[in-house]
C-alpha cells in the first residue's frame, strides 16, 4: 500500500513553461487535492476533488488546472510557469469529504527561474 | 483576522521536558481538529484527531479542544530528539463545500539531545 505518490519530487522550470504534477493514490480515496506551502503561509489550497469528474477551484487557484478522470490520479497543471508559483506542493487525499484525515504525498519542490 | 492563529515558534526544549503547542481560532463552526506532524522536507502526517471539546490521549501524546475559549493545544511528554519537527494544528467544519479546513502555519520544534 503506497498511499499518496507525488512525482516529480523537484522541478526547475523557466518562466513561461508548463508542467504537470503527477499525483496518485491506492487507497480509493473519494476525495483529492493539492496544496502549496510557503514560509509563513502555511498549506493553502489550489484545487480539489470529490469525486471521478468533479473538481473545484480552493483559495489561491489562479495559474493552476486540474482534471480527475479517474479515483486514482489527480495531475496538477501549470499552464504558464511564474516565480510566484516557486514552492512546495502537496497532493493529499482522504477517505470522504469531511477531510479530518487527510493522507499528504511527499510534496514536489518547484523553483521557477 | 486568520481563521487559526499559531505561533511559529522555533520552538527548542531538551530531551525529557514536556511540549506544550498551541492554536486559537475564530470560527466556532470548527467541529473537527487534528494535529499534524511534519518532518522536514517530507508531507504532513496526521498524528491526532479530535471531535469536538474535550481530550484524546495516545500515548505520549495529548489533544485538548477548549471550545468555549477557541483554543486548541498538543501536548508531548518525555520529548525525544525523534519529536523534532514542525507541528501543524488544522481544523474543519461540515459545510457543503470542501473549502472548509484551515490550517496553521505550524510551530517548529527542536528536541535537543
Known amino acids: 500500500n503506497a498511499g499518496v505518490t507525488q512525482t516529480p519530487k523537484f522541478q526547475v522550470l523557466k518562466t513561461g513553461q508548463s508542467m504537470t504534477l503527477q499525483c496518485a493514490q491506492d487507497m480509493n480515496h473519494e476525495y483529492m487535492s493539492w496544496y502549496r506551502q510557503d514560509p509563513g503561509m502555511g498549506l493553502r489550497l489550489i484545487h480539489y476533488?470529490?469525486?471521478?469528474?468533479?473538481?473545484d477551484q480552493g483559495e489561491v487557484p489562479n495559474g493552476y488546472n486540474v482534471s480527475r478522470s479517474t479515483t486514482e490520479d489527480f495531475p496538477l497543471r501549470l499552464l504558464s510557469a511564474a516565480p510566484s508559483q516557486t514552492s512546495v506542493y502537496f497532493c493529499a487525499s482522504s477517505r470522504d469529504r469531511t477531510r479530518e484525515k487527510l493522507f499528504f504525498g511527499s510534496g514536489t519542490q518547484l523553483s521557477v527561474l | 483576522q486568520k481563521e487559526v492563529e499559531q505561533d511559529p515558534g522555533p520552538l527548542s526544549v531538551p530531551e525529557g521536558a514536556i511540549v506544550s503547542l498551541n492554536c486559537t481560532y475564530s470560527n466556532s463552526a470548527f467541529q473537527y481538529f487534528m494535529w499534524y506532524r511534519q518532518y522536514s522536507r517530507k508531507g504532513p502526517e496526521l498524528l491526532m484527531y479530535t471531535y469536538s471539546s474535550g481530550n484524546k490521549e495516545d500515548g505520549r501524546f495529548t489533544a485538548q479542544v477548549d471550545k468555549s475559549s477557541k483554543y486548541i493545544s498538543l501536548f508531548i511528554r518525555d520529548s525525544q530528539p525523534s519529536d523534532s519537527a514542525t507541528y501543524l494544528c488544522?481544523?474543519?467544519?461540515?459545510?457543503?463545500?470542501?473549502?472548509?479546513?484551515?490550517f496553521g502555519t505550524g510551530t517548529r520544534l527542536t528536541v535537543i539531545p
Open positions: 488544522a481544523m474543519s467544519y461540515l459545510g457543503t463545500g470542501a473549502n472548509n479546513l484551515f
Open positions: 476533488s470529490v469525486g471521478a469528474g468533479i473538481t
